[in-house]
């Protein structure tokens, strides 16, 4: 599989992906026991370490170490944290001209304490909440052939009024949308406003957990019939199991797609695993993979990132990531 690149003096949308939502570095604490004990008291970690974070600049970055042409909206303070994310970002290629920069306001910023498979997450919103519609510009809509929004419910209040309609405007510009919600902090899940979006999204991308907390349903199989029958797309993350998607455009029937597994000792930290599974899966869509393809793409994506801390030290290139999906 390879990613298409626009022919020069085309008329081809020259953004493959347009990534809209969190920026925001992650203080990331690895070890085996990472649970602050008050009282004053020290703890031995293993490591800390400030990385890329934010869903949305995970995805970003990951979808363009595998080759697509990457631009991320999303808005940031204008101090040290957010100086950081931009040069970070800059360094991955990815495209920050919408990256709105709020004077005065401090970038938000995330303390994730991680043991393995699990982890605990302290996010101080900052200037995260301050992105609204009306800071993406329509002419950046039209260059991008998928338009992917993460961390909707960070969002809500200032973005969220004006998602559906600019979600509206990528597709009848003809890219694909996509969605994935990340955790609501207020555990409502659904409104009128969200159903709204939804209706706009081609793609949604929950984990297990959420995904029944969205439709209301008491297990995965009938989360997936309810979101389906909504005509959406979905792509159900569930971590070392893999991915369940259907494509509720064309037919509502499941695929389960197994994880590959990496060698003993490889895995270090699965912060940022799902963003690196939204890239790989983008990306294989936009590569002309159908859905099961492009979820297994996603999975392989996400298993390598977990070699590394952090969402964004490990994630790989397009090659590798093909040559694990193919063998699993």
Known sequence: MTIPSSPAGSLTPSLDLLVVGDCNPDVLVLGGDVTPAFGQQEKIVDSIALVVGGSAAITAVAAARLGLRVGLAAAVGDDPAGEFMLAQLATAGVDCAAVVVRRGVATG????????????????????????????????LSRARHVHVSSYFLLERTLGPGLAAL??????????????????????????????????????????????LLSGQPDLARAVAALTAMGLG?????????????????????????????????????????????????????????????TRLGCAVATLSTRGAGGTAATPGLAEALKLAEAG
Not at 111 to 140: E, F, K, N
Not at 248 to 275: F, K, W
Not at 289 to 294: E, F, K, N, R, S
């Open 234 to 294: 979905v792509a159900v993350k569930r971590g070392a199991q893999g991915a369940l998607c259907a494509d509720g455009a064309r037919s509502t029937e499941p695929a389960r797609v197994p994880a590959p597994e990496l060698p003993d000792g490889q895995v270090i930290d699965a912060t940022g695993a799902g963003d690196c599974f939204n890239a790989g899966l983008i990306a294989g869509l936009l590569g002309g993979l159908d859905l099961p393809m492009a």
């Open 109 to 140: 910023m995330t303390v994730a304490l991680s043991r393995g498979s699990d982890r605990a997450i302290l996010t101080a919103l900052g200037a995260m909440p301050t992105l609204t519609a009306s800071d993406i510009d329509a002419a950046l």
């Open 167 to 212: 979600l509206a405007a990528a597709r009848r510009g003809g890219a694909r949308t996509s969605l994935d919600t990340n955790w609501d902090p207020a555990e409502l899940w659904t409104d009128d406003q969200l159903r709204g979006v939804l209706a706009q999204v081609d793609l949604l991308l929950p984990n297990e957990t959420e995904a029944m």
